[in-house]
């Protein structure tokens, strides 16, 4: 099993669980989630880092409704790394992806 194929089976298994509507919605309403949320801790660095179209195709399958979702890594001060799932027809630059992650992890 490749790294993509791990990360849908992980998608599946929060599918079970009921992770999964919660990921969808937060990602539809958002267009961005964090691996440091604090409303949804299900997200991993491993999960982000491993993400490829088919990890889209899957979470449109299932009720998500945008387009490509891309993963991004920013080092933060005192945070370390924090990794983005975000919708890039929401977030024009990979810098405003890291200003939204710096505004959510100092706040």
Avoid: H
């Avoid at 998500?64 to 890594?73: C, E, P, Q, S």
């Amino acid at each position: 099993m490749n790294k993509v194929e791990k990360t849908i089976n992980i998608l599946n298994n929060f599918k079970t669980s009921g992770v999964l509507t919660e990921l969808i919605d937060i990602l539809n309403m958002k267009q961005i989630i964090l691996d440091e949320e604090n409303d949804f801790k299900g997200l991993s660095s491993t999960i982000l880092e491993n993400w490829d179209s088919d990890c889209t195709l899957f979470l449109q399958n299932n009720g998500y409704d945008g387009n490509i979702l891309i993963g991004y890594a920013c080092e933060v001060e005192s945070r370390g790394w924090v990794y983005a799932l975000y919708n890039p027809d929401y977030f024009e630059s990979f810098e405003e992806v890291k200003n939204y992650i710096r505004r959510y992890t100092y706040n």
